[in-house]
């Protein structure tokens, strides 16, 4: 199955600073998707990256806070912007298989101090 | 939108006892259930899942079951290990190549000696 390498693997951070969360899949796949989770917590969808088009958001995420990137298929960067105490979680992408099947990156560790 | 929930919370069992952990959901569209294992610090793993088109599907000491009309799956590990403790999460996607997952709120499986 495909693989997806993600970077940073954590990060600590000013609040009111940025960070862009990269994933490079190691070949291409049809859809991509950013995730947060909190610490103990599931997994909460943050957004659809499309390649060539603008991402689509769930309920409670914005495209200004959290911008995304998908310039191709097998590459995808998520930014947090403006970042506060709040914001602290560990960031996720995934990736569609040929079946279907959804697999991760290693996830970022985000602390905002 | 779909929602997922996921019972129980936390599952403690002796070393070669089985596990059972079960997902409702609410959108009767829904067509593919994943499960992932989350070993701590470690990204989500899929594995096993089903489709609606059967029932039952059992892969060595895991199997999934699938009850469309009430609206529910299981998980079913026996014969559980030691390796076996983590937090299980189970999700729902209509399937298909661009269908997100909407994830349970997790299971933490512990596996005493």
């Known amino acids: 199955s495909a693989v997806i390498s993600q970077k940073p693997s954590r990060d600590i951070c000013q609040r009111g600073t940025s960070l862009t969360i990269q994933c490079q899949v190691d070949s291409q796949v049809t859809m991509m998707f950013w995730y947060r989770q909190q610490p103990g917590q599931s997994l909460t969808l943050i957004a659809t990256a499309n390649q060539g088009s603008e991402a689509t958001y769930e309920s409670g995420f914005v495209i200004d806070k959290f911008p995304i990137s998908r310039p191709n298929l097998t590459f995808s960067t998520l930014t947090v912007s403006n970042m506060s105490p709040e914001d602290s979680s560990i960031y996720l992408c995934?990736?569609?298989?040929?079946?279907?099947?959804?697999?991760f990156g290693q996830g970022t560790r985000l602390t905002v101090v | 939108g779909e929602n997922v929930e996921q019972h129980p919370s936390t599952l403690s069992v002796q070393e070669g006892d089985s596990a059972v952990i079960k997902c409702t959901y609410s959108?009767?569209?829904?067509?593919?259930f994943p499960w992932y294992k989350q070993e701590l610090g470690k990204r989500p793993q899929l594995i096993i899942d089903?489709?609606?088109?059967?029932g039952e599907k059992k892969d060595q000491r895991i199997a999934v079951t699938l009850n469309k009309t009430a609206k529910h799956f299981s998980l079913h590990i026996t014969e559980t290990q030691p390796e076996d403790s983590a937090v299980y999460f189970c999700?729902?996607?209509?399937?298909?190549?661009?269908?997100?997952?909407?994830f349970g709120t997790g299971t933490r499986l512990q596996v005493t000696l």
């Open positions: 959108d009767s569209a829904s067509n593919y």
């Open positions: 995934s990736g569609l298989g040929g079946a279907a099947e959804a697999f």
């Open positions: 089903i489709r609606s088109n059967v």
């Open positions: 999700a729902a996607s209509l399937g298909g190549t661009a269908s997100k997952l909407t």
